[in-house]
């Protein structure tokens, strides 16, 4: 029998989910249909901080449709400790409690819901509505707050202290190159396309079930229920598509809170969405100023790295991130230091964008090396080539692997880097320099403990599932290609169901964990279908499989096969009638240390990338193009080249907007963000994007995770802003120490 | 956005009678008056939606010129055959602005008469002279990224956001309107004002007035032109300064050069007295520097828009060199030439 090219794992296929998402069949959270339902419009404070006096609310209330306007002075009853709100991504602190008193932490916190039987007299109510506050002195200035940074106390979940090494101060003085400065990354919005938004259903018999924007279903699933009161059997919550989020949906938001207090209170289902420019009244990556002082032999050796940021976050809680390790575990330098402090402004906490922390450190940190490399005249690329270290420099431990050396040597080769001409302000066309700059990008390979079922049917039908999420990074369809390879199906006699809080346990999607953690688990669910196939053939009349183990058959084609002998085939429906199953329903957890991970339990995990760049920057004018990218990813197995490709893509544009574009700025005097729109917070367009080329580098870990993926969300926006700041400088000669780069700082 | 009363009326003298009262708004294309309706900035009482208005042709006018119909859409205006060979200028000055969609959503009208995009007009919960006299202007001393270099008040530093009308200046538009008080002819100079202090108004439309269309005299600007246009992202952003150039070069000199810079002023940026010191001379970048600093003349920066002023500078050096070289900046091609 011949059989078709196997699709699995590696197969370049189209997102599963592609036809619903471009036809609009796919419902996203404030779109499904629930009948009755109510509109909740959410009224933001106006100053920064301070107390609320007092809220006129008659003529609100006296607009047809509006049936109720929620403030802290009517609520029901809610939990009030801390722990009651902590939720699974939880930053040490009291978290934020939407309506809860008098207090105003920030401009455009939430301080009322207007809810009425249309979204349109909710709206046009909340504009009645009239607050007198009291105000506070607040800062929103970062550069003031830094005269107060410090060391929090409690230190975050997966916070990684940075390790000194040798006497860095004594060899940064002692060199005979030196490069010091401090370098600087502007507040950024997430702003994903979709905006937050809840549907609430109310049951009538107090169940609820909430469609939610979020990363995690169980993460909201979990602070309903402690917030609100509510038995976990009583909530059930769903994403089963969610419009992009890049860490804004780690933490639940202020609008599911309030859809559900207002639901609760009313005994209604209601809708609370967010419009754009109420987008900009919570998560945002925190602005960072990093001081970074490299020492090194003129030979380009380095002898001395010492790295010290501060990032901000609110009055309320301390979101820390892993700033200042990456460049002392990726350099090999024989003295480094490194601290990391907060600044507190009066903002919402800030939060986890886009490869929190390394996004920020390590893209500052290569424009600094970038720097060293010229101080030595040394190639960038030969300067990191120089400094390499095949062990994590930092911790002294070995890699699962590092393919970084070849990420260089392909992606190179690809860029054609080795044409490149030494010399700043060298090549030039017409009007515009031409600018070559390189760097690296670092992030994590991590693995949470992930929970899947699958079932197959009699028919041949199987479905996987996982209350996992997909933002966009293709979950849908690694669930899918991972149970292909693992049973031998076509994709398309496969389901994968996902954003479900009743579907087995997964964390929140983040971290770019997922791929790898979700796969795993899914494997594993399918390997247990596999085993009980097996075993039900051998209820067959003439034993075909003659008691074949495990080890001796593969599954392909919808049949069990004899490895020795491949024309001995099984149908699953065979196997199955034999044993009288309809279906076979299986599930498993993969927990870190499962597998070969156990080999890697010492080693560090990461991923890398080497990321080259070109612009054309016409000096007079300020204006800069990039004109070409080519980054070359080792992220181990790539499970579809082709979303894996999309996810590289997606993160070097938005490299593209932090080196060039992404701002969020505000007026001090009155603590807020004033460029809260798409008109005016910059993301870039078409025109800014021109040839982007990805490599994925050939790397075999099986130690890093069961499927040897190392997982692909962050990486791409990793030091690609670094790339292009490089090549400005390659470009001009001008050294540009603060993102974004906008026309004025090229005019300068 | 609050409640409103709505009337479609069929005919201009419908319009214009229904148009009369304080808050009374003629809807357009509407993006830009339902953004601001939605953000509580605009609140009309009456919105008269006059898209059914017999205004939406292009038409020849007698002595050679064009007269664009008020609702002409801003996209079919720059693509109509007429306007891309006679007024190349215009053509690419409306599609350096916005996106497609919008551009085909837009009205010429509406793009006359749009607001400006100051971040603190547009938030209801700041402080905005333009919007709530008296209030005091939250850019002064505040964010000013971008706004006026030239001609503000101690009232209101914005600048007036459209592409469109920095070219309709250069062209010597005619603004045609009709109001209670029958019809009026304004031209292009006169229709946009400073904000002075009364920033609220933007420009000389009185009360009630319907703009029904812009005339674009007769004239030659087909080959020495260009739409230079400076922002924050190669496409679809608002101009940190714009440059629109109207040369005719006769033999090696400057026979007539027209220059109007947007997105530093309340109004499109023009002086037919600095244009003078192009008049006659050969194309040079000294000329072209002195040229620059003569409209320059009174830049004053507010803080975070200073780089504006250099900006600026270059930019109308770098566009009378595309004008005078026949090499108009593409607004494809997304690159500046
Ligand atoms: C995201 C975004 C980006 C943009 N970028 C640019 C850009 O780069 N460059 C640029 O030039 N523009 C840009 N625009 C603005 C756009 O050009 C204007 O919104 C548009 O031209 C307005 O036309 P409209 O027909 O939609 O007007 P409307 O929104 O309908 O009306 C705007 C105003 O004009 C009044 N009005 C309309 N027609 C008449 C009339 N006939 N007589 C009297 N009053 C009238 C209305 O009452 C209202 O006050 C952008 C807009 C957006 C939303
Ligand atoms: S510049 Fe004008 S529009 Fe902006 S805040 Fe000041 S008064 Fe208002």
Partial sequence: MATAAKIGIGSAINRVDGVEKVTGTARYA???????????????????KGR??????????AVPGVVEVITHLNRPHVAWTDHSYQDEMKIPGSPFRPLYDDRIHFSQQPIALVLAETFEAARYAASLIEIAYETEAHNTDFDVALDDEYVPKKKRSGYVPPKDRGDAAQAFADAPLRVAGDYRLAPEHHNAMEMFGSTVEWHGDGSITVWDKTQGSQGVHAYLASVFGFSK????????????????????????????????????????????????????????????????????????????????????EDNMENVVTWGLMNYDCPNADAEYTLAQIDTPTSADMRAPGAATGMTLFEIAIDEMAYAAKVDPLEFRLINYSPIDAMNGTPYTSKALREAFREGAEAFKWSERSAEPRSMREGNELIGWGCATGMWDAQFSKTSASA???????????????DIGTGSYTVMTLVA??????????????????????????GGSWGAASSGAAVQLACQAVGKKLLKAAGKIAGEPLDGAKIEDVLFEDGCIVLKDTPTVRVPFGDAMRAADLTEIEEEATAAPGFGDMWKGLHKSKNTHSAIFAEVRVDEELGVVRVTRIVDAVAAGRIINPKTARSQILGGVVMGIGMALHEE????????????????????????????????????????VTPLGVKGLGEIGIVGTAAAIANAIYHATGKRVRSLPITIDKILE | MNRFDYARPASVAEAVQAGTGEQVRYLAGGTNLIDLMKENVDQPTTVIDINRLPLNAIEELDGGGLRLGALVPNSDTAWDAR????????????????????????????????????????????????????????????????????????????????DMCVALAVLDAIVQVTGPEGDRAIPIADYHRLPGDEPWRDNTLRPGELVTGIDLPAEDFTKNYTYLKLRDRLSY???????????????????????????????????????????????????????????????????????KIPLARKGIVRALKQAAEATPQSQTDKRIA
């Avoid at chain 1, 005016?680 to 075999?700: C, G, K, M």
């Fill in chain 1, 664 to 703: 969020t700025f505000s007026d001090h005097r009155l603590g807020r963000w004033m460029n809260h729109n798409f008109g005016e917070y910059h993301v870039p367009v078409h025109a800014d994007i021109h040839d982007i080329q990805v490599i994925f580098v050939d790397e075999s870990d099986p130690e």
């Fill in chain 1, 233 to 316: 059997k009583k909530v059930r919550v769903l994403n089963p598509y969610v419009g992009g989020a890049f860490g804004s949906g780690l933490r639940p938001q202020h609008q599911v809170f309030l859809a559900v207090l207002a639901a609760k209170m009313l005994e209604r289902s209601v809708r609370v969405t967010m419009t754009r420019q109420q987008m900009f009244s919570h998560a945002y990556r925190p602005q960072a100023v990093q001081s970074i002082a490299l020492g090194a032999e003129t030979t380009g050796k380095l002898t001395a790295i010492r790295n010290a940021a501060t990032t901000s976050t609110s009055r309320y």
């Fill in chain 2, 83 to 162: 306007v891309e060979q006679r007024y190349p200028l215009l053509s690419s000055a409306i599609l350096a602005g916005a996106s497609p969609q919008l551009r085909n959503a837009a009205t010429n009208g509406g793009n006359l008469n749009q607001r400006t995009r100051c971040y603190y007009f547009y938030d209801v919960a700041t402080p905005c002279n333009k919007r709530k006299p008296g209030s005091g202007c939250g850019a002064i001393g505040g964010v000013n990224r971008i706004h006026a270099i030239l001609g503000a008040s101690d009232q209101c530093i914005a600048t007036h956001p459209s």
């Fill in chain 1, 455 to 469: 079932k197959l049917s009699a028919n041949g039908h199987l479905e996987v599932a996982c209350a996992t999420s």
């Fill in chain 2, 237 to 307: 952003a608002f101009a940190l300064v714009s440059i629109a150039v109207a040369m005719r070069i006769e033999g090696s000199t400057i026979a007539e050069a027209q220059v109007a810079l947007g997105g530093v002023a309340h109004k499109p940026w023009r002086s037919t007295e600095a244009e003078k010191l192009l008049k006659g001379q050969q194309p040079s970048p000294q000329t072209f520097s002195a040229f620059a600093d003569a409209l320059l003349a009174g830049a004053v920066g507010q803080g975070k828009n200073d780089f």
């Fill in chain 1, 484 to 509: 292909a390879d693992t049973l031998g199906l076509p994709p398309e006699q496969i389901t994968a169901k996902l954003g479900d809080s009743d579907l087995p346990a997964a964390p929140v999607e």
């Fill in chain 1, 30 to 48: 404030a779109e499904h249909p629930v009948e009755n339902l109510l509109y909740g419009y959410i009224v933001e404070a106006a100053i920064a």
């Fill in chain 1, 52 to 61: 609320v006096l007092s809220v006129d609310e008659d003529a609100a209330r």
